[in-house]
């Protein structure tokens, strides 16, 4: 489940208004694209001026090509910190010459320029236009629709980790920009993923089999992905016990004896957290009655297991394939 990070060629996030100069948008269509909440245009509509050109019957906005390149413009320059007002006037008069980074004696956002997500869905352009904002409504409205829309083990892979990785490498590539960025992207998908995440199952519900146990080697503070996997665990019914990041490698083998679980899945990001001689041990553990001593499936995800193949311990290629792995082992659960 090598999710996060992965190699994406950089593309810049350019403008993508409708081609056909007849079609026009409805605000929520693009609010979408635009990585926006509907109640932004019309607050932008209201304040400054920046609307569609012409309405429909019952007064529903139409915004044409014309009305989407001014707001491509206006979202442009406020994620680049420029105040809305001045961006909004530099947007309708069309000024060409008026940069992105904001006044010296008004800091704002310290991000200038798209973030590089390569060949991505829509949605990802969208959500990126809205964390480079710092737009926190709007990227918490898109994450959920993305949800909606196509189900959470897709979000999770086609829009979201794309637009981390996006972040991330603008990060890594910036110095200490973006970091603002890059923590409140992390936060709004942590708490979709939570909103979306079943309760846990009672220990009296406990199938036979036991739970899958979620966790982070030692010194690994990346749970987003463990998170995702539970996420998709709990909408199938499945059992798990999250133990999240950095669980010591005592606490961790001591859990496993006291909860007995179907499986264990130990994420390491980087290589330097990825123990296998642990892994191994964790695979070893024995519990139950004398001849009827039972073992745990180990899994061991993330990229820092690259090049670390062991028998016996099933390396997942993404989330949906974890997701199946794991399923198999509880063959009676409800469909």
Same mark, same amino acid.
């Given at each position: 489940?090598?999710?996060?990070?992965?190699?994406?060629?950089?593309? $810049?996030?350019?403008?993508?208004?409708?081609?056909?100069?007849?079609?026009?948008?409805?605000?929520?269509?693009?609010?979408?694209?635009?990585?926006?909440?509907?109640?932004?245009?019309?607050?932008?509509?209201? +304040?400054?001026?920046?609307?569609?050109?012409? /309405?429909?019957?019952? *007064?529903? *906005?139409?915004? @044409?090509?014309?009305?989407?390149?001014?707001?491509?413009?206006?979202?442009?320059?406020?994620?680049?910190? !420029?105040?809305?007002? #001045?961006?909004?006037?530099?947007? &309708?008069?069309?000024?060409? %010459?008026? @940069?992105?980074?904001?006044?010296?004696?008004?800091?704002?956002? +310290?991000?200038?320029?798209?973030?590089?997500?390569?060949? !991505?869905?829509?949605?990802? *352009?969208?959500?990126? &236009? $809205?964390?480079?904002?710092? %737009?926190?409504?709007?990227?918490?409205?898109?994450?959920?629709?993305? !949800?909606? =829309?196509?189900?959470?083990?897709?979000?999770?892979?086609?829009?979201?980790?794309?637009?981390?990785?996006?972040?991330?490498?603008?990060?890594?590539?910036?110095?200490?920009?973006?970091?603002?960025?890059?923590?409140?992207?992390?936060?709004?998908?942590?708490?979709?993923?939570?909103?979306?995440?079943?309760?846990?199952?009672?220990?009296? %519900?406990?199938?036979?089999?036991?739970?899958?146990?979620?966790?982070?080697?030692?010194? #690994?503070?990346? @749970?987003?992905?463990?998170?995702?996997?539970? $996420?998709?665990?709990? =909408?199938?019914?499945?059992?798990?016990?999250?133990?999240?990041?950095? !669980?010591?490698? #005592?606490?961790?083998?001591?859990?496993?004896?006291?909860?007995?679980?179907?499986?264990?899945?130990?994420?390491?990001?980087? +290589?330097?957290?990825?123990?296998?001689?642990?892994? +191994?041990?964790?695979?070893?553990? /024995?519990?139950?009655?004398?001849?009827?001593?039972? *073992? @745990?499936?180990?899994?061991?995800?993330?990229?820092?297991?690259?090049?670390?193949?062991?028998?016996?311990?099933? /390396?997942?290629?993404?989330?949906?394939?974890?997701?199946?792995?794991?399923? $198999?082992?509880?063959?009676? /659960?409800?469909?």
């Amino acid at each position: 489940m090598d999710d996060l990070p992965g190699p994406a060629a950089p593309a $810049a996030l350019a403008p993508t208004g409708p081609q056909d100069p007849q079609v026009s948008l409805t605000t929520g269509a693009l609010a979408r694209r635009l990585g926006v909440s509907p109640t932004t245009l019309r607050s932008w509509d209201r +304040r400054y001026g920046i609307g569609p050109a012409a /309405r429909s019957g019952g *007064r529903h *906005r139409r915004w @044409t090509p014309q009305d989407v390149a001014v707001l491509e413009e206006m979202c442009r320059l406020t994620s680049s910190g !420029v105040p809305p007002a #001045e961006a909004a006037r530099a947007a &309708r008069e069309g000024a060409a %010459d008026f @940069t992105a980074a904001p006044p010296q004696e008004e800091p704002r956002s +310290r991000a200038a320029g798209p973030l590089p997500l390569g060949d !991505v869905r829509q949605e990802c *352009r969208g959500l990126a &236009r $809205a964390a480079v904002r710092l %737009d926190a409504a709007a990227v918490e409205e898109q994450l959920g629709e993305a !949800v909606d =829309r196509h189900g959470l083990a897709v979000a999770w892979q086609d829009v979201m980790v794309p637009t981390l990785h996006a972040v991330g490498r603008k990060w890594a590539s910036s110095g200490d920009r973006y970091v603002e960025v890059e923590h409140l992207l992390s936060w709004h998908v942590s708490s979709t993923l939570r909103r979306h995440t079943g309760p846990p199952v009672r220990q009296e %519900d406990m199938p036979a089999q036991g739970p899958v146990v979620l966790a982070c080697l030692p010194g #690994e503070e990346h @749970t987003l992905p463990l998170e995702a996997l539970n $996420a998709g665990l709990s =909408r199938l019914g499945l059992p798990t016990r999250m133990f999240g990041a950095a !669980v010591p490698a #005592e606490a961790l083998a001591a859990a496993v004896r006291r909860l007995g679980p179907a499986a264990v899945v130990l994420w390491a990001q980087t +290589r330097s957290s990825a123990n296998l001689p642990f892994a +191994r041990h964790v695979a070893g553990l /024995r519990w139950g009655v004398q001849g009827a001593r039972r *073992r @745990t499936l180990v899994m061991p995800a993330g990229p820092g297991w690259l090049g670390r193949a062991e028998p016996g311990l099933p /390396r997942p290629a993404g989330l949906k394939d974890a997701l199946d792995i794991l399923a $198999a082992l509880y063959p009676d /659960r409800p469909a």
